[in-house]
């Protein structure tokens, strides 16, 4: 049986994306450095493990950005956007949670980075990022017991 993934091109000109370029993926193998990807039907890239906060699948269609192309022509991609917009997007994810479990979450500066990962595909210092840009912005509240939505 002939690869589908034969066609993509392994080593691309350093120029082909800027940082941080938003492009679609699709999982088509796993590594020991993390899984392969297809980058816009026509590209070979590469996530790496410490990159991924949740379980994929061959065939899996995903939303990557690009975080460089290495010397050797190769394409390193990222699940999450950089810094900035990696934070606003947790906002979303906390804002959809707390709406989802009654507007008061245990969820906090005090939980563990792996129920954080589990909850929010996300780090803790990321997630508690984005609860201090929420507690400023005056759509929650800190409590002893977690965060809780503000109406």
Known sequence: MKNSFEHLIEHVDPDEFSRWEEVELEVYAFTDLGFKVAIDDKYMGL???NQVYDKYHEGQKLRGFI????EDGRIDVSLQPDKGRHVHYTFDKILNHLRSV????????KSSPEDIKREFQVS???FKQAIGGLYKKGKIKITEDGIELIT
């Open 67 to 70: 975080t460089g192309v290495r």
């Open 47 to 49: 996530v790496y493990k």
């Open 124 to 126: 803790k210092k990321v």
């Open 102 to 109: 009654g507007g008061k979450s245990e969820f906090g500066d």
